[in-house]
């Protein structure tokens, strides 16, 4: 059985950082892309960060370069988002997502394989 496991998030003051793990079990990460994608009430899933499974390539939604990093550790079979200087924006709960055929968009139309997400807070 697939499963996508997020951890990691909570309340943070803005300015601060969190990292986000997703930990797969029943499929290899490295063999899919994947995707975080986040949801605020009412709105579609937004694609925040997403990596290929054949060559590593990152996306970054326009909102989030250069604060949030997408990265992959075999070892452990996850795939992490570093998020640095969040904003109260940023709150949302974050999902993370495989992809079984990669098409080139970090849309949540082409992601199969889905974790139940983790909340985000940003917060004085």
């Known amino acids: 059985q697939v499963q996508l496991v997020e951890s990691g998030g909570g309340l943070v003051q803005p300015g601060g950082s969190l990292r986000l793990s997703c930990a797969g079990s029943?499929?290899?990460?490295?063999?899919?892309?994947i995707g975080w994608f986040r949801q605020a009430p009412g709105n579609r899933r937004e694609g925040v960060a997403c990596?290929?499974?054949?060559?590593?390539?990152?996306y970054y939604a326009d909102s989030v370069k250069g604060r949030f990093t997408i990265s992959r550790d075999s070892a452990k079979n996850s795939v992490y988002l570093q998020m640095n200087n969040l904003k109260p924006e940023d709150a949302s709960v974050y999902y993370c997502?495989?992809?079984?055929?990669?098409?080139?968009?970090?849309?949540?139309?082409?992601?199969?394989?889905w974790g139940k997400g983790t909340q985000v807070t940003v917060s004085s």
């Open positions: 997502a495989a992809e079984v055929v990669s098409v080139g968009r970090c849309s949540e139309d082409f992601y199969d394989y």
């Open positions: 029943g499929l290899t990460t490295d063999y899919y892309g």
């Open positions: 990596i290929s499974r054949r060559d590593a390539t990152t």
